[in-house]
């Protein structure tokens, strides 16, 4: 039995592994915010939810923090991509830091051990990752994308923050 769990387990690694090089990538649309499954089974952009994300980006651009960003969306009644009506600075950074809103799609950023499987794990490289560039229209442009990585790191470094 513990044998064909592996070898279950190991075809389905394979199988997604093999979608992600054949540029086939899934997308949890319910819990993602700015963009909704297309008629082709593919990300198209949401208007509302995307004028939300560059909202996002914009504030954060200007000089806001998370939590003032948070609490701005929170005060207009925008629903958070889970639908509650309370945003936290860890979905702001989520948002901020998704490359998939610069059109990209970056598969098995984590994983899951062997010996551990209700665990996830950050990838430094102990499984192959696939990185998909211009998979899906982007919200935001690569340019406002990386200017706010930039400054995401500027503000780490201005906290002392490794």
Request: proline fraction near 4%.
């Amino acid at each position: 039995a513990q044998s064909e769990s592996e070898n279950i387990s190991h075809n389905v690694a394979w199988g997604k592994a093999r979608s992600a090089r054949n540029g086939n990538v899934f997308f949890a649309y319910k819990s993602f915010l700015g963009y909704r499954k297309g008629a082709d089974g593919k990300p198209e952009i949401d208007p509302e939810q995307a004028a939300t994300v560059r909202r996002i980006y914009t504030r954060f651009l200007a000089g806001r923090s998370l939590q003032q960003i948070a609490d701005e969306l929170t005060q207009s009644g925008v629903s958070t991509p889970m639908g509650k009506t309370v945003w936290q600075p860890g979905v702001i950074q989520s948002i901020l830091s998704n490359e998939k809103y610069k059109g990209d799609f970056h598969l098995q950023k984590y994983y899951t051990p062997e010996n551990k499987r209700k665990h996830t794990r950050k990838n430094n490289g102990e499984v192959q990752s696939y990185y998909i560039s211009e998979n899906h229209e982007p919200i935001v442009s690569p340019e406002v994308w990386e200017k706010v990585q930039e400054v995401r790191e500027q503000r780490k470094r201005d906290r002392n923050i490794g």
